[in-house]
């Protein structure tokens, strides 16, 4: 048996069946490149699904990490340190908004983000107790606790995990009539990603997110955007929103917030909305710990640079003009994104989504499926030209065009 043999089999037999992982076991990685336990080196084509925009091992990021830990990496927040104020300061700069709250994973960012909104609803809107309402868009991935899986359409994500929490209602996603004809005076908030990535990176028609930007104008409801995925270099600026010069009242971070080193999120809006907690309505012992901060820090200075925004549209130009060209072949029927990120439609002839990920991984490519027959691409915004161009070539290689 080999060493990934037995590291499979033994996670198998000790961990819960929650993920179907490729048969890789990495053991090293660097750049766009990681190297499995047997010595195999293979590209990193989608990037912890943009938790790793900036790549592995990004010794400016590391370098920030081990820096604090030979000082404070956790204080809770019974007391404050010495990195959370810098990190809210840059933070909400960076997002030209007001205030920040932090947490750790991108699902209690979008818990916080729910939560805000009906806080909000109630105080400031006036919505009775109890009748807040959220609209959300059908095809949503927002995480995976109780409450937001209680707004997917995903039965896989959904099923068995009811009684399910009340207060949403599922709208087309790029659909501003049914947007329209949903909001009433309960509605406290539209909750949508720019970019739907888990669903197979659906980009909105032109026109939606300024459209839905309007009309929560216009009936006082929140416009949320959960940019975990699409926001902070991925799409070529600095959120997908910008792409249509659109400003939500809150943004929902994650993922690449942390640099692929530890997991940071965060809400972040202005003091009308975010000013509405008071002291332990809501909280996290480890958000905005001095660790998470002096990495975030270091992400935000990144991102104030505009150079990883800058390859992610430069980059995802390239992948994007040799992507539409196997459209036609008969291997692919469609591809959508932006910016370094993409979603591939396989034709069912030439396998799913999940057989094109296993050939790929056998040519030293990572990329995974979603949906059955697509394939997500979404490498490090560090990956270079030449390094895409070899990963596109396995792809060619595998689909036969």
Known sequence: MTSTERSIAAAEAH????????????????????????????????????????????????????????????????????????????????????????????????????????????????????????????????????????????????????????????VPYGDLAALEAALDDDTVAVLLEPIQGEAGVLVPPAGYLPGVRRLTAERGVLFIADEIQSGLGRTGRTFACDHEDVVPDMYVLGKALGGGVVPVSAVVADRDVLGVYRPGEHGSTFGGNPLACAVALEVVAMLKSGEFQQRATELGEHLHQELNLLVGTGAVEAVRGRGLWAGVDITPSHGTGRQISERLMERRVLVKDTHGSTIRIAPPLVISKEDLDWGLDQLRAVLGS
């Open 15 to 170: 961990s819960a069946h929650n993920y179907h992982p490729l048969p890789v076991v990495v053991a090293y990685a660097e750049g766009a490149w990681m190297t499995d336990v047997e010595g195999r080196r293979y590209l990193d084509m989608l990037a912890g699904y943009s938790a790793l925009n900036f790549g592995h091992g990004n010794r400016r990021l590391i370098n920030a990490a081990k820096a604090q830990l030979d000082r404070v990496t956790l204080t809770s927040r019974a007391f404050h340190h010495d990195r959370f104020a810098e990190f809210c300061t840059e933070l909400a700069a960076l997002c030209g908004k007001e205030m920040v709250l932090p947490m750790n994973t991108g699902a209690e960012a979008v818990e916080t983000a729910v939560k805000t909104a009906r806080k909000w609803g109630y105080r400031v809107k006036g919505v009775p107790d109890g009748r807040a309402k959220i609209v959300v868009a059908a095809g949503n991935f927002h995480g995976r606790t109780t409450t937001i899986v209680s707004f997917s359409t995903d039965e896989e994500a959904r099923a068995d995990f009811g009684p399910y929490t009340p207060g949403f209602e599922i």
